[in-house]
């Protein structure tokens, strides 16, 4: 095995575990809120990534993309069987027949992955909006630099 690739699996492995489990490699003071409230708190951090631009700015578009996406993959399939069909037709196995439905499903693959991650991104299925506060929110732990404190019933999806 390449070692870059070795390295890749690894670090891509302590990725997924230390999201998974929540780690941190620095622990902030968690925002300190009166007992009494504890249980009607959620915190709540302002969103600050790029990727939730690019993402905003795509939404409008994503029902399109995803009928595109629909309709490469009928597009694919047809190739597919149609170099398999010809294949059959001539009795024998031509190699060279199923390198565009190949390359096409190559790239529907990575184009689809691609638009995956710039659309959903992590904060994605974490954005809320707040009664009473302007912007988009994200949910968020207690010791997070930048969390707020607000009550549970003031936050929205």
């Known amino acids: 095995m390449k070692p870059l690739m070795l390295l890749a699996i690894v670090i891509l492995v302590a990725i997924v575990i230390v999201v998974s489990f929540g780690?941190?490699?620095?622990?902030?003071?968690?925002?300190?809120?009166?007992?009494?409230?504890?249980?009607?708190?959620?915190?709540?951090?302002?969103?600050e990534s790029a990727w939730d631009g690019i993402a905003a700015s795509l939404q409008p578009f994503y029902h399109y993309l995803i009928i595109a996406l629909f309709a490469v993959v009928m597009l694919l399939a047809f190739s597919w069987g149609w170099s398999l069909y010809q294949n059959l037709l001539s009795d024998s196995f031509k190699r060279e027949s199923f390198q565009k439905p190949w390359k096409l499903t190559k790239f529907t693959f990575w184009v689809s992955i691609l638009l995956l991650l710039v659309v959903m991104t992590p904060n994605y299925f974490r954005t809320v909006t707040v009664d009473g506060l302007?912007?988009?929110?994200?949910?968020?732990?207690?010791?997070?630099?930048g969390a707020r404190a607000v009550r549970y019933d003031a936050v929205h999806n």
């Open 134 to 145: 302007s912007g988009e929110y994200v949910l968020c732990e207690s010791d997070t630099p």
């Open 23 to 47: 780690l941190q490699l620095a622990p902030n003071p968690p925002v300190a809120i009166s007992p009494d409230s504890a249980g009607y708190a959620l915190y709540v951090c302002p969103t």
